[in-house]
């Protein structure tokens, strides 16, 4: 079984940063896809950014591209979504997610919910203006 962990989220002011944490746990994690995802209040939840573990390939939603940016550290099991440049409507519920590919070898990044089998529980990332 899969545990995600994350951690980081906090109270921000407009035009700050953060970094989230995902520290994943429970099994190896080749072949896994690895997505960040957030939900505001009355929200649905929507695709931040992914990346296939330990491949380097990674994707982002349109309001991520140019701010954010997801890695990954393998030794250490975790995933991180470095912010800058918050604005006030990226305040939301922060969750990361896991799945293992279909594929042998990966070569895209989910980005919809139903497609990950393995969720934390949120981290709150609030941005005020």
């Known amino acids: 079984q899969v545990q995600l962990a994350e951690s980081g989220g906090g109270l921000v002011q407009a035009g700050g940063s953060l970094r989230l944490s995902c520290a994943a746990s429970g099994r190896t994690f080749r072949r896994f896809l690895m997505g960040w995802f957030r939900q505001a209040p009355g929200k649905e939840r929507e695709f931040v950014a992914g990346?296939?573990?330990?491949?380097?390939?990674?994707d982002y939603s349109n309001s991520a591209k140019g701010r954010f940016t997801i890695s990954d550290d393998t030794a250490r099991s975790t995933i991180y979504l470095q912010m800058h440049s918050l604005k006030p409507e990226d305040t939301a519920v922060y969750y990361c997610?896991?799945?293992?590919?279909?594929?042998?070898?990966?070569?895209?990044?989910?980005?919809?919910?139903?497609?990950?089998?393995?969720w934390g529980q949120g981290t709150q990332v609030t941005v005020s203006s």
């Open positions: 990346i296939i573990w330990g491949g380097g390939t990674s």
């Open positions: 997610a896991g799945r293992r590919s279909r594929a042998v070898i990966p070569t895209r990044v989910y980005r919809i919910v139903n497609e990950y089998d393995y």
